[in-house]
């Protein structure tokens, strides 16, 4: 899947699927004592193009909430990524956590594990098509919850680029 404009029609989730998850009363947070959250890891260390994304999932009832996001620089030591997926676990009761181990991936994730984290490694590209689709059906089934508070800088900035993303995502 590569990020590229594309028209509503063959947009895998189309501008509407995700407006209808968005809540712009709602704001993401930076911790939480108490709840039920998941994580998830994409690593990237290329100095272009790619970077890396950090997510936390808040369970809503029978939804997910995105609660916080973290998007190191691109070229980010792995150190560093794992130095702050670790302050991440320390800040949100995590109960599940997944990183793709693609690339140099696999190394960070066997580093978290070996430190106690909750974390398992995931090929996504062996089973993105599975992923996408199991996604775009929370999407559906309105299970998504994107906080888009206007009034939170934070909230505003993380909830622009991950819709913006989720509507340039293509099928290759």
Known sequence: YMCKVISEETA????SLIESACDDKDTMSFSMED???YFGADFAMAAKGNYSVFIV???????????????????T?????????KNIYNRFPIVYGFGDRGSF??????????DGI???GFDFQSKKDSAIIKLRQKFENK???????????????????????LSEIVPV
Not at 12 to 15: D, L, N, Q, R, T
Not at 77 to 85: M, T, Y
């Open 105 to 114: 991936g696999s190394m960070i994730v066997d580093d978290l594990i070996r």
């Open 143 to 165: 299970q998504i919850i994107i906080p888009t508070n206007p009034d939170d800088p934070y909230t505003k900035s993380m909830s622009d680029r991950l819709i913006k993303e």
């Open 57 to 75: 999932l808040s369970r809503v009832g029978n939804k997910l909430k995105v609660e916080y996001m973290e998007r190191p620089k691109r070229g």
């Open 12 to 15: 895998i989730f189309s501008v």
């Open 118 to 120: 909750n974390i398992v």
């Open 35 to 37: 709840g039920v959250c």
């Open 77 to 85: 030591d792995p150190k560093v990524q794992e130095q702050l997926i």
